[in-house]
């Protein structure tokens, strides 16, 4: 099993920022994708960002110009850096990891546990 390691979330005013982290175990095989989801009460968890082992990446439009994800191959941790938050960014955001955890085995999702992210004034 992968347990995903996720810190940053908590509280901010309109107009803050917040910075995530996932850190995966380094004795994975291989990462095609990390990403982050989100879900807020009463409603899908969807996509928020999500980057590349070759860094190239896709956002959803809700998020376009005020989020940013990178990645850190070193340290299979990936980031993701939130500014400009509105309150309809509540939610709690879940990190995301494609990959195979040895030579023989497919490529499959893990989940981190989700961190609260709440924007409110």
């Known amino acids: 099993q992968v347990q995903l390691v996720e810190s940053g979330g908590g509280l901010v005013q309109p107009g803050g920022s917040l910075r995530l982290s996932c850190a995966a175990p380094?004795?994975?095989?291989?990462?095609?994708?990390m990403g982050w989801y989100r879900q807020a009460p009463g409603k899908q968890r969807e996509l928020v960002a999500i980057?590349?082992?070759?860094?190239?990446?896709n956002y959803a439009d809700s998020v376009k110009g005020r989020f940013t994800i990178s990645r850190d191959n070193a340290k299979n941790t990936a980031y993701l850096q939130m500014n400009s938050l509105k309150p309809e960014d509540t939610a709690v955001y879940y990190c995301?990891?494609?990959?195979?955890?040895?030579?023989?085995?497919?490529?499959?999702?893990?989940w981190g546990q989700g961190t609260q992210v709440t924007v409110s004034s």
């Open positions: 995301n990891l494609n990959g195979r955890l040895s030579f023989i085995a497919n490529a499959r999702d893990y």
């Open positions: 980057i590349t082992k070759n860094g190239n990446t």
């Open positions: 380094k004795n994975i095989f291989s990462i095609n994708t």
